[in-house]
Structures are given as structure tokens and as C-alpha cells.
Nanobody, 113 residues
């Protein structure tokens, strides 16, 4: 089974940008879809962005226009470019396949006001 490792999180001021990476241990070419999710303290994990095998993308309303999901098939990597970050974007960010597989460690994103 393909394992996923997230990276790229950090501390950033409101209005700043971060780029998250999700590196897969194997090919993501045949995976139906890949997604980014986040979980803020005391809240349920939520879907942030999804990219299908055909490249169709969908976003949560709260991030639409600010976040962009993309993938590099050759590098078996999925990215999340996050711009105009807000304090409410603070969370642990995870990537996963669809259908959902095991969760990784995630990467912490903290946005200061």
C-alpha cells in the first residue's frame, strides 16, 4: 500500500503563503483521487481540496480562491499551495487518497495574526 508523507508546514503571518507537499512511496497514477485535509484543535477533520485522476479539482468554500491543489505524477507528489493565509487556517494538514487510506502524521500549519 502506498504510504504518504506530508511536509512543508510552519509558522507564517496572516497574509503569507506556504506550500505543502505529500510524497507517496509509490505511483499515484492509478489512485482515483488525492486530497488534503485539516484538523484544527477541538474540531473535526475536514476536507480542504481534492484532485481527481483526471485533474479535476474541488475546494472547500473556506479556501476557494486562496488554495491550489496540484500533483506531479512523475514525482509521485501532491502539493497544496496556500496563499493569503488566515489565522483560522491554523491546523494539522494531512493528505490522503480516495478512497481514504491510513492517515499519516500530518504537518502543522500555524498562522499568526
Amino acid at each position: 500500500q502506498v504510504q504518504l508523507v506530508e511536509s512543508g508546514g510552519g509558522l507564517v503571518q496572516a497574509g503569507g503563503s506556504l506550500r505543502l507537499s505529500c510524497a507517496a512511496s509509490g505511483s499515484i497514477f492509478s489512485i482515483p483521487a488525492m486530497g488534503w485535509y485539516r484538523q484544527a484543535p477541538g474540531k473535526q477533520r475536514e476536507s480542504v481540496a481534492i484532485i481527481s485522476s483526471s485533474g479535476i479539482t474541488t475546494y472547500a468554500v473556506s479556501v476557494k480562491g486562496r488554495f491550489t491543489i496540484s500533483r506531479d505524477i512523475a514525482k509521485n507528489t501532491v502539493y497544496l499551495q496556500m496563499n493569503s493565509l488566515k489565522p483560522e487556517d491554523t491546523a494539522v494538514y494531512y493528505c490522503n487518497r480516495l478512497p481514504i487510506g491510513p492517515w499519516g502524521q500530518g504537518t502543522q500549519v500555524t498562522v499568526s495574526s
